[in-house]
């Protein structure tokens, strides 16, 4: 099915004076109707304006989609509000500036059986992020969801050697019937 063309509403006046026409109404000079006719701007525009109307055509997403061919729907990664403050640049440099001045300090900056790391995942019984509109390409887009949700989490450790230590899951509860 094709779609009919519309036809293109080509601006006959330039945005300086759309500008001086909305500065004169709301400076008191002049009304909407004399500033529109003075400028030879739409009556309707100037209005609009004045007052912050914005109106949006029918085909305003489709139309800012070709325009940012750039930017794509995603579904963002469930991201607490903790966490999205500090996904920045600067907080993650200071981290590993500190990492590394302690493990200057602490002298076992060569001896990797004392550098563990520990990492954790989980399944959370929450409700899924709505799409968002993001850059094409990101690999990560955070969508903040609530933090009160159940969750079950798994820890992992292994050392800079290689080593590993037995997996850990927690669970709310203080049972064995907690885990099943």
């Known amino acids: 099915m094709l779609k009919a063309k519309r036809k ?5 006046y330039d945005l300086k004076s759309l500008e001086n026409a909305v500065d004169s109404v709301k400076s008191g000079q ?3 109707r004399k500033a ?5 701007v739409p ?3 100037v209005g609009d304006r004045v007052t912050g109307k914005r109106h949006r055509g029918k085909d305003w997403w489709q ?16 991201t607490g509000s903790l966490r999205c403050r500090m996904m920045n640049r600067q907080k993650v440099e200071e981290y590993f500036h500190a990492f590394e001045k302690t493990l200057i300090e602490k ?18 019984f929450e409700h899924d992020p709505v799409k968002v ?6 690999t990560n887009v955070p969508g903040r969801t609530s ?27 203080k049972t064995e019937r907690s885990v099943l």
């Open 36 to 40: 529109a006719e003075h400028y030879n």
């Open 147 to 173: 933090a009160m949700s159940k969750h079950v989490t798994i820890i992992a450790c292994a050392n800079a050697e290689g080593h590993k230590m037995s997996s850990l899951l927690i669970v709310t509860g």
């Open 63 to 78: 139309n800012f989609k070709e325009r940012h061919t750039d930017l794509v729907i995603r579904k963002p990664d469930r």
């Open 133 to 138: 509109l993001a850059e094409k390409g990101t």
């Open 43 to 45: 009556k309707l525009t």
């Open 107 to 124: 002298d076992i900056a060569k001896k990797p059986t004392m550098i563990w790391n520990m990492d954790e995942t989980g399944k959370s």
């Open 30 to 32: 002049m009304s909407v």
């Open 8 to 12: 293109l509403n080509i601006l006959k």
